[in-house]
Nanobody
């Protein structure tokens, strides 16, 4: 069973910074992609940033230039550095893992979410 443990959420002032981390553990043969999504009240869950196995990254336009995603492959951990935070970044942030198990099937797992609140 694969689990994701998220940490690093909390509160920040506008213009401030936070760093999120997400560690994956369990029976993972290989990782296809890891990423962060967020969901604000009344809104659908949306992509924030993803990183694929080759290292390529993808960002939502709203966070480009402010957020950075990277991965520590040895620890199966993905990080999201969030700078120049804005009140509209307030949301629950979810980690997502797409991996291949030893049976060669591909699966996706979500973390339980971590709250990020940015005050003006």
């Amino acid at each position: 069973q694969v689990q994701l443990v998220e940490s690093g959420g909390g509160g920040a002032q506008a213009g401030g910074s936070l760093r999120l981390s997400c560690a994956a553990s369990g029976s993972i043969f290989s990782i296809n992609a890891m990423g962060w999504y967020r969901q604000a009240p009344g809104n659908q869950r949306e992509l924030v940033a993803t990183i694929i196995s080759g290292g390529d990254t993808n960002y939502a336009d709203s966070v480009k230039g402010r957020f950075t995603i990277w991965r520590d492959s040895a620890k199966n951990t993905v990080y999201l550095q969030m700078n120049s935070l804005k009140p509209e970044d307030t949301a629950v942030y979810y980690c997502n893992l797409k991996y291949r198990a030893s049976n060669r099937y591909q699966y996706a797992v979500w973390g339980q979410g971590t709250q990020v609140t940015v005050s003006s």
